[in-house]
């Protein structure tokens, strides 16, 4: 959706989130999920057109409501985005989309001459769920991957859930899903999808989500401090977190800006950048939340509970120091990188 076309909307995006969510009837990730696609909710602005920020308000919106619902709801809004950039059809009306690109031997999915899928794929998220996938799928002998969109209710498609043991991300129900020759289209060219400008763009997204949940996790100290009674050892935890929320929010913003004034550029840099500091700031603020707090939360409020469960396993999707030595390399090579 275009920055005119968002802007002739009644609310912005993370603001209907909000609404949607504040009226939402309960049930699981997928559940919530059809509501927020019912609603409209999932028609956020692309990557790079002028309200970049606006789209990571709404993700941010879904984490801080629940991290397993933001899994689905990155997932399906990501493919919307990359099948607008890519030239690829949005599918049937109220499909639910996920994103399944995660390469983890031995599972790998095969394309066939005739354009079956065939093989397994592993970490897919809602796989039971969702109605279609774009998936990532190796022509034999090639090098770069193909994209493919799947339609998953058809008898070539089996999701095995057996191996989904998670306690925290629970609900993001993820799966091994097996590829039985099911028809698959090509959604652009191969190698397209990690070479379109979006990738890095999308990757970002996944930083707000993280950014999301922290603060919800933050709040709790937020709410405490805020006590009349509030011990000095409190405030300065919440001055830590403080100073960490709003470095990850500060480089959000700058990296959103940077998308939009340049988007067609490489943003690996700026989006390793930010999913760097938003993994930090969230192990920063579980730790400064759970040590000025203690126990009560993690046992007596849910909503704590649920983020302080999900948060440290959504933030593994970070390859940490593989991506802080990425992100170093773009630093070297410039020759003053800091500036104010
Ligand atoms: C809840 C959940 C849901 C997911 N859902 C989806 C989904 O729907 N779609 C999808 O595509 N993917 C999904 N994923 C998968 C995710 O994107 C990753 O592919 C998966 O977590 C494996 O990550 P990895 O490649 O970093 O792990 P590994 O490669 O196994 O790495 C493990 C750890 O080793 C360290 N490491 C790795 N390489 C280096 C290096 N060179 N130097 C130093 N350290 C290194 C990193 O710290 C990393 O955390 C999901 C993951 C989770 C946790």
Redesign the pocket.
């Known amino acids: 959706m275009s920055a005119s076309a968002i802007a002739s909307l009644p609310q912005p995006p993370a603001q209907r989130v909000h609404a949607c969510l504040a009226g939402e009837g309960g049930g699981d990730a997928a559940q919530q999920l059809r509501r927020l696609v019912d609603a409209g909710c999932d028609r956020l602005p692309l990557p790079g057109q002028g309200a970049t920020l606006a789209r990571w308000q709404a993700l941010a919106a879904v984490a801080a409501h629940d991290l397993s619902l933001a899994?689905l709801y990155e997932?399906h809004t990501d493919a919307l985005a990359i099948l607008a950039e890519l030239g690829g059809a949005p599918g049937p009306a109220g499909a639910l989309w996920?994103?399944?690109?995660?390469?983890?031997p031995p599972a790998r999915a095969t394309l066939t001459p005739d354009g079956r899928l065939r093989g397994a794929k592993a970490?897919?998220?809602?796989a039971a769920s969702l109605t279609h996938a774009l998936v990532t799928a190796w022509r034999p002998g090639r090098e770069h991957p193909q994209l493919v969109a799947v339609a998953l209710r058809q008898p070539g498609v089996r999701v095995d859930g057996q191996g989904w043991q998670?306690v925290g991300?629970a609900g993001?129900a993820?799966a091994v899903v097996h590829f039985d020759d099911a028809p698959a289209i090509a959604v652009g060219a191969e190698g397209a999808y990690l070479d379109r400008p979006g990738f890095w763009q999308g990757g970002a997204g996944i930083a707000a989500c993280w950014w999301g949940s922290a603060c919800t996790i933050g709040q709790a100290l937020h709410r405490a401090a805020r006590q009349p009674s509030a011990p000095p050892w409190r405030q300065a935890a919440l001055g830590r977190t403080d100073v960490a929320l709003q470095s990850t929010a500060a480089l959000l913003r700058a990296a959103a800006a940077w998308i939009d004034a340049h988007p067609r550029a490489p943003a690996q840099a700026v989006a390793l950048r930010t999913r760097q500091s938003a993994e930090r700031t969230a192990r920063t603020v579980l730790d400064e939340a759970g040590q000025a707090l203690g126990a009560a939360p993690f046992c007596q409020d849910a909503a704590f509970a649920r983020h302080a469960a999900d948060l440290p396993?959504?933030i593994?999707?970070?390859?940490?120091?593989?991506d802080d030595?990425a992100l170093g390399q773009f630093a070297a090579q410039e020759e003053a990188p800091w500036t104010l």
């Open positions: 899994k997932g996920g994103t399944w690109a995660a390469e983890a970490w897919c998220s809602g998670a991300m993001s993820t396993v959504f593994r999707q970070s390859h940490g120091p593989k030595a």
